[in-house]
């Protein structure tokens, strides 16, 4: 048995509950065994690593649901040209143990990442976050999941490891690639339900994908227990996705009252991702990055506080992801500063915690610090719900715990 203590902890356990000072948390094994916002700890049993925070922040480590691990340089549209599979490999899991460094407990792969990346990771051979991985992504033809440039009259590409999908046409070809993942043991589904900014053959307002052909992967996924997250910005492509059963719209910038009530209605969530419009339209030149990507990418950074409003004002249920790529990576804890120009600052931090444990559906395991959850844990320097720019310097990060485990300890 492994036991340690918080102690004097001004504690953001992210229940809702308002925070406590000089809280203490009791840690068995790889679980939360005790919280004492009194600060009183019963007696233990054994021996006792015993940490006194002097005040300093305790919550539970942060999530992210929209990642690409294998996004593991800036220009994803041309990475598979570059770099061979191995090398995207190896350097998968440094961006993994990025996530973590950053204090990120639990993320999922939003494309890209198989089942033998979480393994790794499970099995502890390279330090990283727990985890969810949706395979490959499922395109139409010249959608957003199709590298192909338009200049290149070849069959879709079919390789590599990384951030490359399956193209799928009609609801049979979409079904079979969706049964396909769930053979590869995948977490969850990601289709395409609209254009994007990094495809390089449509635009960014385009609806992609018929109700039908959605709704074939959304059946195949509630087939075997879990559930579809569909890169949409539109107004109409949400509205279709969410007809179809879509459980997770991703991005939704351009959304106005209409896709955001259906989703509301349809007790589905939204996951902005902010920051890597931010980061893109800022550095993406330099990393290579076209001019034609590089508009789409500002057309969604102008109007994201105005999407985000819209979902706001509904009453969606708002979880947090960063979609950033390469070494954009490193700005991962921004997208929190840019969702409180429309939330409040618990809301956000609950929306990386507490939204986002319901959206991966864990929440018996993940998002506050309660008795009988995973021990992921962080402690701050500093007091996020004042300046939730505390998230953004790693050295304010004095700890970091998953699963009980200690990967930084700077106390």
Not at 218 to 230: F, H, I, N, P, R
Not at 382 to 403: S, T
């Amino acid at each position: 048995m492994s036991l340690t203590v918080f102690t004097n902890a001004f504690l953001i356990d992210c229940t809702g509950a308002e925070p406590v000072e000089g809280a203490a948390v009791v840690v068995e094994d790889d679980r939360i065994r005790e919280v004492a916002t009194n600060g009183v700890v019963g007696s233990l049993p054994g021996r006792v690593t015993t940490l006194d925070l002097k005040g300093k922040t305790l919550m539970p480590g942060l999530t992210d649901a929209h990642v690409h691990i294998c996004a593991v340089t800036e220009n994803i549209t041309d990475q598979h040209r570059h770099y061979p599979p191995s090398y995207i490999a190896a350097r998968a899991m440094q961006r993994a143990h990025e996530c973590l460094l950053q204090g990120f407990t639990t993320v999922r792969d939003a494309g890209g990442a198989d089942y033998g990346f979480r393994m790794v990771l499970e099995e502890g051979h390279f330090p990283g976050p727990r985890l969810l991985v949706s395979g490959r992504y499922i395109s139409q033809t010249g959608g957003h999941g199709d590298k192909r440039r338009r200049s290149e009259w070849t069959d879709p590409i079919d390789c590599c490891v990384g951030m490359i999908g399956f193209i799928a046409d009609g609801p049979d070809e979409v079904r079979r690639a969706a049964r396909e993942n769930i053979r590869r043991d995948v977490n969850q589904i990601k289709i395409m339900a609209s254009g994007g900014a990094m495809s390089p053959s449509d635009e960014l307002d385009t609806t992609q994908f018929t109700v039908a052909e959605m709704r074939a992967a959304v059946e195949e996924a509630q087939a075997v227990g879990t559930y579809v997250l569909s890169h949409a910005y539109s107004d109409t492509a949400v509205r279709r996705a969410i007809e179809a059963g879509v459980r997770s719209i991703e991005h939704g910038n351009l959304i106005r009252e209409t896709a955001a009530q259906a989703i509301k209605d349809a007790d589905a969530f939204l996951v902005p991702t902010m920051v890597t419009y931010e980061a893109i339209f800022r550095e993406g030149k330099r990393y290579g990055i076209g001019d034609h990507q590089i508009a789409k990418i500002d057309l969604a950074r102008q109007q994201s506080i105005q999407g985000l409003t819209y979902a706001y004002r509904a009453g969606c249920r708002i979880g947090s992801g960063s979609d950033l790529l390469g070494d954009m990576a490193s700005q991962r804890a921004v997208e929190f500063e840019l969702k409180a120009q429309v939330m409040t600052p618990m809301e956000t931090l609950l929306s990386a915690t507490k939204v986002n444990a319901e959206l991966f559906r864990m929440t018996d395991k993940i998002g506050s610090v309660e008795p009988g959850k995973y021990a992921d844990l962080i402690v701050l320097d500093g007091n996020p719900l004042k300046n939730l720019r505390v998230l953004q310097n790693q050295d304010n990060l004095r700890v970091i715990m998953k699963g009980g485990r200690a990967y930084k300890q700077t106390l």
